[in-house]
């Protein structure tokens, strides 16, 4: 089934009557297509604003005329028709966002209803933002720092000491945090952030802390915006914040207002402690003109003593999918759509930090790298800490889908191996942090990272891969299709071009008959599996008819489909120009990814310039000589003819 018609603008339609098209044609909804089609001849012949003399009555008539159209093109076409009758204005605004075209009849209804509900949970979550997090936090330090003793003080075995650790597994965090975003008017947010935690306090007592935040968010301008939070239970002081961007570089400024401080601004008594606001002062800038190397400075003073950072954070984008130039500069490639690749691992971005912090005992080196396979939505990470109290390492991998995400990381920290796991779905995260030990223990932080990155690997190669196959095939057999069916008129426009370009190339193939032959040439997908077959572009004609003085030249660093004789097959999937040909009888090969230049003969198969204009000049010495012989001998009826040198 398919939507064809386009409803127009449904704006000023009465969106509480569900029959309102069938009141302005005066049909009921069991009307044939017939019906709807004679009675719209009827009303358009009637109110048509060209037959209207008087102006007055003409604007009415223009109303009403525009309302039968719409509710033509609305009732006439048997998909709107049917999303109109089930939800009425909202169906037909489903229809058009929204892809019908291969859901079965009986399948209609279930599909625009799912559809109506995740548009309905869209508006609530867009107008909310809500976010909620669970964490649940397990202490798992038993199993490996624990060693247990029978009664008389001999050691256990491995079994009964692994039985014992695991009834010494408890929960050892409990925390509910929940959010709330809402715009109260243009450049102006509110959020709502609550959390509620269960732990043990001093003597194990369980202790229960609810806090209760409020953000204010205001963009003053594109680049200059500022945020207010403070606590709504207990108010102990208001921090602030505010960010500055340019193109080049950004500020940021953050602070706390305590109400001591407002209620006794610059007050000092001997023996006292002056009571001044923390302030963190923040600069991020680009450090080179053509590069997304980023620098940063940032200095904070609190009453625990200054701290100053300054890192270089950079990033970059891959598509292992394009070849290099020549200049090895990429092109820039926009489509409005790409074909996924057969591996997933085509699109991916990198990004790196390193850093220097001085702030006391805390003070250190650290180093992060990150990357991020784009078609999978995975992202791995690693961090490294070098610092006085010693080294701090972290391993991280998290899998993104449309609505779906799942995480775990291992930190390796001088008093502790943490193993934390996250799930989220439709914004409400679980987080299982589970500490595995008290103790600084390389070995298990390394045992316990090999883990995750193994089911990581096996869900890549038995599901993610799998998937991104079957994706590719599909795009490419709906690419075949439509090249089969919708693109018709390309095809003839190309066979077309094909017959105005044969006289030319076998004019070059006659001229270059002992030179450069152009046998075969396709241009097609790069990737080459069962999905581009019958995908490629036989382009022997034009290629041929581009040969010139024994050459085959095509600028590079754009795409080939623009030549005339060539199309692009499939969009969004890398092509690559195949050619066979022979030059001075001798077989030869070449693959030219799209954007990268075509020079044939290559380097190394054609004589130096030098000898070639040798052989020429020694050529035509020889016709000359023979000539005049001729002439000497009276030799009558002397023909002479010049011919392409074969350079033999």
């Known amino acids: 089934m398919s939507a064809n018609a386009d409803a127009g603008n449904l704006g000023t339609i009465p969106a509480d009557d569900p029959e309102y098209f069938y009141s302005v044609l005066n049909l009921p909804k069991t009307a044939s297509e017939q019906e709807v089609r004679e009675r719209y001849r009827q009303l358009s012949i009637v109110f048509h604003p060209d037959k209207q003399v008087d102006e007055a009555r003409k604007e009415a008539a223009t109303r009403h005329f525009l309302e039968v159209q719409k509710a033509y093109e609305v009732l006439s076409n048997p998909v709107t028709r049917r999303a109109y009758d089930i939800l009425g204005l909202e169906g037909i605004e489903l229809v058009r966002s929204g892809d019908f075209a291969h859901v079965a009849e009986e399948e209609f209804e279930d599909e625009l209803r799912r559809q109506q509900r995740e548009l309905d949970r869209l508006r609530v979550e867009q107008a909310v933002y809500p ?7 397990v202490d798992a330090s038993s199993i490996f720092d624990d060693e247990y003793e029978d009664e008389d003080g001999s050691a256990v075995s491995a079994w009964q000491n692994f039985q014992f650790a695991l009834r010494d597994v408890r929960k050892n965090q409990f925390a509910v945090r929940h959010r709330v975003q809402t715009e109260i008017k243009k450049g102006t947010s509110v959020v709502l952030t609550s959390r509620v935690s269960y732990g043990s306090g001093p003597g194990k007592r369980p202790v229960v802390s609810p806090t209760l935040f409020g953000t204010v968010r205001h963009q003053y301008s594109p680049r200059l915006n500022f945020q207010a939070t403070t606590s709504l239970l207990n108010v102990t002081g208001v921090a602030v914040k505010s960010v500055y961007r340019t193109d080049d570089y950004v500020v940021a400024c953050q602070s706390e207002v305590h109400p001591v401080m407002l209620t006794q601004p610059f007050t000092y008594r001997k023996g006292q402690t002056i009571l001044l606001p923390p302030l963190t002062v923040a600069i991020f800038r680009r450090l080179f003109p053509k590069s ?4 940063s400075l940032e200095l904070s003073l609190n009453p625990s003593g200054p701290v100053i950072s300054i890192g270089v954070t950079s990033s970059a984008f891959h598509d292992s999918s394009l070849e290099a130039t020549l200049d090895d500069e990429q092109p820039h490639v926009e489509t409005a759509v790409r074909a996924p690749s057969s591996s997933g691992l085509a699109l991916y971005s990198s990004d790196w930090q390193i850093g220097f912090d001085l702030a006391g005992v805390a003070s250190g080196l650290s180093g992060r790298y990150g990357i991020t396979l784009l078609e999978l939505g995975v992202h791995l990470q690693t961090v490294l800490r070098l610092g006085l109290t010693g080294l701090t390492w972290l391993v991280e991998g998290e899998w993104r889908g449309p609505n779906t995400a799942v995480g775990a990381n291992v930190s390796v920290n001088p008093d502790s191996v943490v193993l934390r796991l996250d799930a989220s779905y439709h ?7 589970i500490i595995l030990s008290h103790e600084h223990n390389e070995a298990l932080g390394f045992w316990t990272a090999v883990l995750p990155c193994t089911a990581l690997g096996l869900f890549y190669y038995f599901d993610l891969r799998p998937r991104r196959r079957r994706q590719r095939i599909e795009y490419l057999h709906e690419a075949r299709r439509q090249l089969r069916e919708e693109k018709s008129d390309l095809l003839r426009q190309w066979q077309e071009t094909i017959y105005l370009l044969q006289d030319t190339a076998a004019r070059h193939m006659r001229a270059e008959e002992a030179c450069l032959i152009i046998l075969d040439a396709r241009y097609g997908p790069s990737e080459r599996d069962e999905g581009t077959e019958s995908l490629d572009v036989d382009v022997t004609v034009p290629v041929q008819a581009l040969v010139n003085s024994s050459q085959l030249y095509i600028p590079g660093k754009r795409s080939k ?3 005339p ?9 890398p092509k690559t120009l195949r050619i066979r040909y022979k030059f001075r009888g001798r077989m030869h090969y070449a693959e030219i990814p799209d954007y990268m230049p075509v020079v044939i003969p290559l380097k190394g ?8 204009a040798f052989l020429v000049v020694a050529e035509a010495a020889r016709v000359l000589q023979f000539c005049i012989a001729c002439m000497r001998t009276a030799v009558p009826c002397i023909t002479l003819r010049v011919e392409p040198i074969s350079g033999d």
Do not use: R
């Open 605 to 612: 198969t054609c004589p130096p310039f030098g000898i070639f």
């Open 292 to 295: 997304p190397t980023q620098g």
């Open 131 to 137: 976010k909620g997090t669970v964490t649940v936090g």
């Open 427 to 433: 914004g409400q995260t679980l987080s299982l942090p």
């Open 561 to 563: 489909a623009g030549i």
């Open 565 to 573: 004789g060539f199309y692009d097959p499939v969009a969004g999937v």
